[in-house]
């Protein structure tokens, strides 16, 4: 199976305010015209959904929401391997997650799961049930949107 030669994939619940912010950074993506060979893919809550998008692709870049630490809108980059974590055994798909997803894709997928795994994180301000992002946690989604497009082009001159 192929996928696009790049996968983004946003991570979170729009329902709980600020950890709507993988999908946020997707549809502000979406409005910028990339390259051909970019997938953009809301997968929610769905560690799963991470997994089978991801597989195919070359490069895969992850956004989500970091629990609240005093600073709303921070940007956090780390490499997807520091972050890939073995899920307990016996874990149901509901607690599965894309942490989860980028271990257990490496061992059943192998050469097709994507190498180069970049994360962005997002300091949320509150997850509370709510909808919309808040000021701080917008304007990050606006920065990373801003940032992965302008990686994306030039990565796609090369």
Known sequence: MSGPAVAVIGCGNPLRGDDGAGPAVIAR???MGLPENVGLFDAGTDG???MYRARGAQRLIIIDAR???GAPGAVFEVPGDALEAEPTH???LHAFR???ALF???KIYRETFPKMVEVYLIEAGS???ATGLSASVAKAADLVAER????LAVADTR
Do not use: F, T
């Not at 992965?148 to 990686?151: C, G, S, T, V, Y």
């Open 127 to 129: 997850l509370d049930y």
């Open 104 to 106: 257990v894709g490496r």
């Open 98 to 100: 894309w942490d989860h």
């Open 90 to 92: 016996g874990v149901g």
């Open 148 to 151: 992965i497009a302008a990686r």
């Open 67 to 69: 629990e609240p630490e």
């Open 29 to 31: 993506l979406a409005r």
């Open 48 to 50: 799963m959904a991470v």
